[in-house]
């Protein structure tokens, strides 16, 4: 399992896909709630003057020199829902990150969210 603090080293580095084919660059990581431990990461993409940011899971997730290698497609993973590069993934948006890459959504006992930004 990546490690919180080593991956914050890794920020602004290539995020890439299981081909090697470049997706963006790493923004933040996001933990899940229950565990804290890293679920997803938000990587920018987009062209200078239309970047937005785009959730990919770190299940799997190989850290290199220079990049970290995820376990999805980079055409999957820039069709994932988006926010834009000082925007905030809404609560009631987090379902339909899950459900993009076909993974099962769990809130807290109480409806906590999901993910937090580290």
Known sequence: MIQIADIRE????????????KIGALEAIYVDTSTDEPAMATVQIGLPTRQRLVFVP???????PGYVKVGYDKALVKKC????????????????????????????????RQLARR
């Open 10 to 21: 890794w920020r602004n580095h290539n995020v890439v896909d299981p081909g090697g084919h």
């Open 58 to 64: 770190l299940d799997g997730a190989v850290v290199g």
């Open 81 to 112: 829902p988006a926010i834009g590069t000082d925007d905030v993934l809404p609560a009631e948006d987090e379902p339909a990150v899950f459900a993009h890459y076909g993974l099962t959504y769990r809130p807290g006992a109480n409806g906590e």
